[in-house]
């Protein structure tokens, strides 16, 4: 099993819906998680931290369950500029050793 | 700003020859990590660093040598490249602690002919 998995998609989805993704990890122990951004031929650039509790930045939620070992990355209102790959990542060793899953791939279609 | 500053966007390379790429990041941080990311495959952790002169394996280490003798810069070494090193490679850094999110270069393109 990956230590961290996700759907790659293509999720197309029509401006203003709402859309989510999941991200799953194996190893429990897992300590910080994160969902990256990734345009096309750009480098990754982090979106936001998923706190143990949930956190929303304005139109971007994130959360965490633990039980399940999957985080989550609802989007609404969708944009056309959302359009990219949203990269999981996760956090699981004493120095960081920061593994990401292979991307979802979203575009946001007029 | 944070800036993560790769030495090469492009490069092509033969096989056989020792290829270096650099990393330079003017944040102070302590950790720095090479990956690689290929269609289909995401990134993978080749080495990363958290001090001056220490690294660790990543997930696809072989083939694949690094050096951090500042805390500024990080280097990957491809020994002998070959042509299933043709990939894109980044770079990233972060603060030492769990939560601190990594930052990345803009990346290499290296083709190996």
């Known amino acids: 099993r990956k230590e961290v998995e996700q759907d790659p998609g293509p999720f197309n989805v029509p401006e203003g819906a709402t859309v989510a993704f999941n991200c799953t990890y194996s190893?429990?122990?897992?300590?910080?998680f994160f969902w990256y951004r990734q345009d096309c031929r750009k480098e990754p650039k982090l979106l936001m931290s998923?706190?143990?509790s949930g956190n929303e930045d304005g139109r971007f939620t994130a959360q965490l369950n633990r039980a399940s070992q999957y985080i989550s990355l609802l989007i609404r209102d969708s944009k056309l500029s959302d359009s990219a790959t949203y990269l999981c990542?996760?956090?699981?060793?004493?120095?960081?050793?920061?593994?990401f899953g292979t991307g979802t791939k979203l575009q946001v279609i007029p | 700003d944070v800036k993560v500053t790769q030495s090469s966007r492009y490069l092509v390379k033969r096989t056989g020859e020792k290829v270096f790429l650099e990393c330079v990041q003017d944040?102070?941080?302590?950790?720095m990590f090479w990956y690689r990311q290929d269609p289909g495959l995401g990134l993978r952790l080749i080495y990363f660093?958290?001090?001056?002169?220490?690294?660790e394996k990543g997930d696809i280490p072989e083939g694949y040598s690094v050096s951090r003798e500042k805390k500024e810069r990080f280097s990957l070494i491809l020994e002998s490249a070959s042509t299933n090193q043709t990939s894109m490679y980044l770079c990233?850094?972060?603060?030492?602690?769990?939560?601190?999110?990594?930052?990345f270069g803009n990346g290499t393109r290296l083709t190996v002919t």
């Open positions: 944040m102070d941080h302590e950790n």
């Open positions: 990542a996760v956090n699981s060793g004493g120095y960081q050793k920061v593994t």
């Open positions: 990233a850094s972060s603060f030492k602690w769990g939560n601190s999110p990594l930052h």
């Open positions: 998923v706190y143990s």
């Open positions: 190893n429990s122990a897992s300590q910080s």
């Open positions: 660093s958290y001090d001056v002169k220490m690294k």
